[in-house]
């Protein structure tokens, strides 16, 4: 899954496309490197930003979400939002997609109701706090039991709403320190265990640059290393800023199998 970002805020500089004609470049790159799908977001989630309205976000979407309805029709893609009104205007624009949400449907009570009316597939991110204090600090007691929980709860609301088809996704870099973030990490195959797919989103973070000492820009090598480990731990998806890098290691786990 290839990142790009329609604003000029996000933390790593090379996944902003903010103009249509450096969308359309970045899009067809990453296609031609081995891409399945397209993230686009238009919020930014590192810490300390300022809010965007809704008007905001769908401001920078429009545009973007238009191109997939004409020029790139067929090709999978997903929206990161929070907000179920979002998901109705992409979907009237350009039709099914896979929505990305770091709330997992807490953020808008109207979400889970929009997926599951529309019957889109989701990506249901672990967090604690909201949008403003989900960079805190917060005290797990085994950090992967209490993601795993937290899960089987919304399997339970999702299942109660009728939600098909949903995604794991840990949650790597949200309300966890970076020890809880290794922790987590080891414990994929204990996610694995709740019988859905799971998406690894940890591309150029601080997880794995801090520690290291060096920027986002330096930490390629170091992502790749963790990307392989990801998938040898039952990792389904990888959400990347780096496609053709991200497509080796596919390539080489799927010698390993």
Request: proline share 4%; with cysteine; glycine share 8%.
């Amino acid at each position: 899954m290839g990142i790009v970002n329609v604003n000029d805020d996000s933390f790593f500089a090379q996944s902003r496309a903010k103009e249509k004609d450096a969308f359309i470049a970045r899009f067809e790159t990453m296609l031609g490197q081995g891409a399945d799908s397209i993230d686009i977001g238009a919020v930014s989630t590192r810490p300390n930003m300022a809010p965007v309205s809704l008007e905001q976000e769908w401001g920078r979407l429009s545009p973007v979400v238009q191109l997939f309805a004409s020029r790139f029709a067929g090709v999978r893609f997903s929206v990161d939002t929070y907000r179920g009104e979002i998901v109705r205007r992409v979907y009237d624009t350009a039709g099914p997609f896979v929505v990305n949400d770091i709330s997992a449907g807490e953020e808008d009570p109207e979400m889970l109701e929009r997926v599951a009316e529309l019957d889109l597939e989701y990506i249901a991110m672990h967090r604690r706090g909201d949008c403003i204090t989900m960079h805190d600090h917060y005290e797990y007691g085994d950090i992967v039991e209490d993601v795993t929980e937290y899960f089987k709860g919304f399997d339970n609301r999702a299942t109660t709403l009728g939600i098909k088809d949903w995604i794991l996704d840990p949650g790597f870099g949200f309300s966890k320190s970076i020890e809880d973030n290794y922790r987590l990490f080891k414990g994929l195959p204990e996610l694995k265990k709740c019988g859905r797919r799971i998406l690894v989103g940890i591309s150029r973070k601080r997880m794995i640059y801090q520690p290291l000492g060096i920027t986002p820009e330096e930490s390629l090598e170091a992502v790749s290393a963790l990307h392989l480990q990801a998938l040898l731990s039952g990792a389904d998806i990888l959400r990347v800023h780096d496609v053709a890098a991200a497509r080796g290691c596919v390539t080489l786990y799927e010698f390993l199998k």
